[in-house]
């Protein structure tokens, strides 16, 4: 079992910047892939970024070249750097986590992301 508790949401200017952190609990922690998706109100949630074992990471089109996603299986925390911010990227965040490619079985609850004009 793995619990996920989210951080670092906020209010942010457009072009501003915010860092994500993803706490987790539970064993084998190193086992898993990481990711992070986003609910905006009255759409679905859409993946975002994700970082497997190895450390190879994957990337929404629309967050290539703005968002770094990494880990610390030290720590067991996951990031995701979000720079250029844009109010496109408003919306809730969550981290999840899987142990098998493209499938997550552990969620967080969220944290809000604002990103004004």
């Known amino acids: 079992q793995v619990q996920l508790v989210e951080s670092g949401g906020g209010l942010v200017q457009a072009g501003g910047s915010l860092r994500l952190s993803c706490a987790a609990s539970?064993?084998?922690?190193?086992?898993?892939?990481m990711g992070w998706f986003r609910q905006a109100p009255g759409k679905e949630r859409e993946f975002v970024a994700a970082?497997?074992?190895?450390?190879?990471?994957y990337y929404t089109d629309s967050v290539k070249g703005r968002f770094t996603i990494s880990r610390d299986n030290v720590k067991n925390t996951v990031h995701l750097q979000m720079n250029s911010l844009k109010p496109e990227d408003t919306a809730v965040y969550y981290c999840?986590?899987?142990?098998?490619?493209?499938?997550?079985?552990?969620w967080g609850q969220g944290t809000q992301v604002t990103v004004s004009s």
């Open positions: 970082i497997a074992r190895s450390g190879n990471s």
């Open positions: 999840a986590a899987g142990l098998s490619y493209g499938t997550y079985d552990y």
């Open positions: 539970g064993r084998a922690f190193s086992s898993y892939t």
